[in-house]
């Protein structure tokens, strides 16, 4: 929460100080190229392939030498301290990233207007001199690729490790590197000074990681070689190739965005961060705090203990995630005033991120369920289908955006992506339903109407009797709010005043009919979530 809510912050320091112009839609792109390599590197093998297998190897009832089958049938744990093979396997990760993210680094600053010209030759066309900008912006940023890669990876160790503590911590200080840069050096260096921080924040964010690992007592030495480095690259290569369809979607959004217009990019990535900041709270959130649990889960053998962990997940990621989006969907005017629009950030600019962000908003809803799903699949080591439901996702982006940009322009951009997201989670859910149906077949008939009831009281009938319900409350909140709106200000003259009690009287009435009407009914992830409040306040009030 405090990484995401400091990524806004990062946002709105940006829009202070430089608007929504080409430099900034320079440096976007330019930011992107870092986050591509880490993405196919280490973003997307972190959660498909490294996590699941250093949760297996972090096991305390794993011996040397044992197999998954192995493992599993034992019940009882026979070690106590961080296990050798968890070490061993440790080294050889670090070591062999330490040498390849340097090589890549280096390709990086040697090739920064090749990449620069394929993400953003829409500039030449509009501004010339944004290019070269982008380039010497990419350079400056080339180093970003090897902290925040291995910063990625110690994140991986420590998932594994059940320590979520400091990654959260790392993140939220990485966007600090913005926060603080841009106010002390935008006067001096300009655009640059966003290059600077986002430097600065990397090497803190690993710095903080590698520290944290050595408090774990993972005391490791180098080494070239693991036997469960081949399990992680056969886990990782159906990833892998659905990543270089995802990259080539994104070079293609950000090479058609910049022939839309010098500010598009710019309007599209604040939408985007909107978007992104319910996500990273919550779906994000719950599903990677998961992906340990599900991940030992399977690998036991426990199925029952599985399929109620990832039905609980889901239940509790729609309760959370609704009410927000349907706020941001009502005050995405007012909140996008408040929070962008000041300095060099204009009215006009506040209009166009607030039209693309209602589109991101629907997809917002598809990407919410889909990252429970995908990260269920990565528990299971099971990498091949999410990588090929990734592909086709990309394809139906390419065609709608290829239909719409010529007319809608960077709108059809937003309405492609809106149009992946929800390909992406339709399927992942058919597909769960389906793997579902093969666990029971393969039970026997015997076990599969106990397997069918037992699916049934984990996660089916809870969880539409929750969709239902979140539905019925979340109208409920939509009518509330559209109608004391008129009453605090909409439609007024806008003001920080005005756009502060549309915020929180709006936004805190509609809040407060939702969790009304949820606690009326007894959905249990909301009288969870009760409890939790009421426990927070009790201690508050002690203090």
Do not use: C
Request: charged content about 10%; overall charge positive.
């Amino acid at each position: 929460m405090a990484s995401r809510v400091l990524g806004l912050l990062r946002e709105m320091v940006i829009a202070a100080y430089f608007g929504a112009s080409g430099p900034v839609s320079a440096f976007t792109v330019a930011s992107s190229a870092p986050k591509m390599l880490y993405d196919f590197l280490i973003g997307g093998m972190l959660s498909a392939a490294l996590v699941p297998v250093l949760s297996d190897y972090a096991r305390l009832d794993r011996k040397q030498g044992d197999t998954t089958e192995e493992v599993a049938s034992r019940s009882n744990g026979e070690q106590v301290g961080p296990n050798p093979e968890l070490v061993r396997l440790v080294g050889a990760l670090i070591s062999l990233a330490v040498v390849t993210l340097a090589g890549l680094t280096v390709l990086m600053v040697v090739f920064a207007p090749q990449v620069a010209g394929l993400l953003a030759g829409g500039f030449d066309d509009l501004d010339p001199t944004l290019l070269p900008l982008t380039a010497q912006l990419l350079r400056l940023m080339a180093p970003v690729v090897w902290f925040v890669s291995m910063a990625g990876l110690l994140t991986a160790i420590l998932f594994a490790l059940q320590r979520f503590s400091f990654p959260a911590i790392a993140s939220a200080i990485y966007n600090l590197g913005i926060i603080v840069a841009a106010p002390l050096l935008a006067g001096r260096v300009g655009i640059a000074s966003l290059a600077i921080g986002v430097l600065a924040g990397s090497m803190v964010q690993f710095a903080l990681m590698a520290w944290d690992v050595r408090r774990a007592g993972l005391k490791f030495s180098v080494q070239w070689s693991h036997p469960a480095l081949a399990r992680i690259v056969r886990l990782y290569l159906p990833i892998a190739a659905g990543l270089v369809v995802a990259q080539f979607q994104v070079g293609l959004d950000r090479r058609l965005a910049s022939g839309t217009g010098v500010q598009s990019i710019a309007w599209m990535s604040k939408a985007t961060t909107l978007q992104q900041l319910p996500l990273g709270m919550i779906s994000v959130a719950i599903s990677l705090a998961a992906l340990p649990r599900l991940s030992q889960q399977f690998a036991s053998g426990d199925v029952e203990a599985y399929r109620a962990t990832l039905a609980r997940g889901l239940r509790m990621v729609v309760v959370m995630i609704v009410p927000i989006l349907v706020g941001l969907g009502v005050l995405a005017e007012p909140a996008v005033r408040l929070l962008f629009e000041r300095g060099q950030f204009t009215a006009g600019d506040s209009a166009q991120v607030v039209t693309a962000l209602n589109v991101y908003l629907v997809g917002a809803l598809f990407a919410a369920v889909d990252f429970p799903l995908i990260y269920a699949f990565y528990a299971r080591n099971d990498t091949l289908l999410p990588a090929l439901v990734g592909v086709l996702s990309v394809l139906v982006y390419a065609a709608i955006a290829l239909a719409l940009v010529e007319g809608l322009g960077y709108l059809g951009l937003v309405w492609a992506d809106t149009g992946k997201q929800a390909a992406h989670a339709l399927v992942m859910l058919a597909l769960l339903y389906w793997k579902m149906g093969q666990i029971q077949r393969r039970q026997g008939s015997e076990r599969a109407s106990e397997l069918q009831e037992g699916w049934s009281a984990a996660g089916a009938s809870p969880t539409v009797r929750t969709v239902i319900s979140v539905a019925g409350a979340a109208g409920a909140m939509f009518v509330v709010m559209t109608a004391l709106l008129p009453r605090f200000g909409a439609g007024g003259s806008p003001s920080i005043v005005n756009d502060l009690v549309q915020l929180f009287v709006g936004g805190g009435s509609g809040m407060l009919v939702y969790a009304g009407l949820l606690l009326l009914v007894k959905q249990p992830e909301a009288r969870q979530l009760y409890g939790v409040v009421r426990r927070v306040s009790g201690l508050a009030k002690g203090i």
